[in-house]
């Protein structure tokens, strides 16, 4: 899912055909979200953290998709994090939280936020609780292989 102000031609050809572009002469050609019906046929969506609302939006029940993965989320603040795990998951939902938190952090411009916290990534501060903290010795810290089939409805994960 693209932002309706994305330029066309910014979009890499491979991409194109798997996304949803409007030019129905009633307004302005750009890109836009299917209707629901279109998209309750998808089983992979890949938009930014703040965009996956919009499927919430048009009205994607929570549940709908089995996993939601977050890529670079040791990048991601808490609330971005949570604005497709809110809108999207229900208890059976998956959730795959990917990246490096040694690495970027989120960049925080605003005073209260890092008063609040915010600076720290949902990722960084899931990790410093006791389950994962190898100083405690109540858990080890694991990097995991996700391979997901899609078409194979399997799951492989390698330690």
């Known amino acids: 899912m693209y932002a309706p102000s994305k330029d066309e031609r910014e979009v890499p050809d491979v991409l194109r055909a798997y996304s949803y572009y409007r030019e129905d002469g009633s307004s302005r050609p750009c890109f836009s979200v299917p209707p629901m019906a279109t998209m309750m046929n998808y089983r992979v969506i890949v938009s930014t953290l703040i965009s996956a609302s919009i499927a919430f939006g048009i009205g994607i029940p929570r549940g709908h998709f089995s996993h939601i993965i977050i890529?670079?989320?040791g990048q991601a603040t808490e609330p971005e994090a949570f604005v497709s795990i809110k809108t999207l998951a229900d208890p059976k939902t998956?959730?795959?939280?990917s990246g490096d938190p040694k690495q970027l952090g989120p960049v925080i411009r605003s005073g209260i936020a890092t008063h609040l916290g915010?600076?720290?990534s949902y990722i960084e501060r899931i990790m410093a609780r006791p389950p994962y903290d190898?100083?405690?010795g109540h858990g080890r810290r694991h990097?995991?292989?996700l391979v997901y089939s899609l078409v194979a409805n399997q799951?492989?994960?390698i330690t």
């Open 94 to 97: 998956n959730i795959v939280l």
């Open 155 to 157: 799951t492989l994960i």
């Open 118 to 120: 915010l600076e720290l």
């Open 134 to 136: 190898q100083s405690t």
């Open 71 to 73: 890529d670079e989320a």
């Open 143 to 145: 990097v995991f292989l």
